[in-house]
């Protein structure tokens, strides 16, 4: 009978291991619609509510390290390094995500943010938006770890 016990309990931390989100922990290249050059790197993290951030950890791109002076709000003059630039997004069911927003820090505007993991698992994905989806932009972001 213990054993059984055991069993079940090992298996229950096994499912709640695997309950975290496939984004949470893992970090990403973006890259820029328009140049098609990397920009940064940002990390996705998994708050206690359930849905995802994502911070930039590094920026790639020469001479925009410096403070997002176009930001507003809490944002503003903020150092690009450690700024959030995603939030609350939520996986849709599978590797669909929807519900998010996403800053971009040069025009310092929010919009309205979904995606989808891709090439199983090393790209996602972005439609950023403001209103519907079709009045937006894309991104795909590749995986970095």
């Not at 849709?92 to 927003?101: I, L, Q, V």
Request: aromatic letters at 6%.
């Amino acid at each position: 009978m213990k054993k059984i016990a055991l069993a079940l309990g090992l298996m229950s931390l096994a499912v709640f291991a695997n309950a975290a989100d496939p984004l949470n922990g893992t970090t990403w290249k973006t890259i820029d619609d328009k140049t098609k050059q990397p920009k940064a790197i940002v990390k996705f993290t998994e708050q206690k509510n359930g849905t995802l951030t994502a911070s930039i950890q590094q920026i790639l791109t020469k001479g925009e390290e410096n403070a997002c002076s176009k930001c507003e709000g809490p944002y503003h003059n903020k150092s690009l390094k450690g700024l959030r630039i995603v939030s609350g997004l939520k996986n849709a069911g599978g590797t669909s995500y929807d519900e998010g927003s996403i800053l971009d820090p040069q025009s310092g505007k929010t919009y309205k943010l979904k995606g989808q993991l891709a090439d199983g698992g090393k790209k996602l994905e972005l439609r950023g938006f403001i209103g519907i989806s079709a009045l937006g932009r894309n991104q795909t972001w590749i995986r970095a770890n």
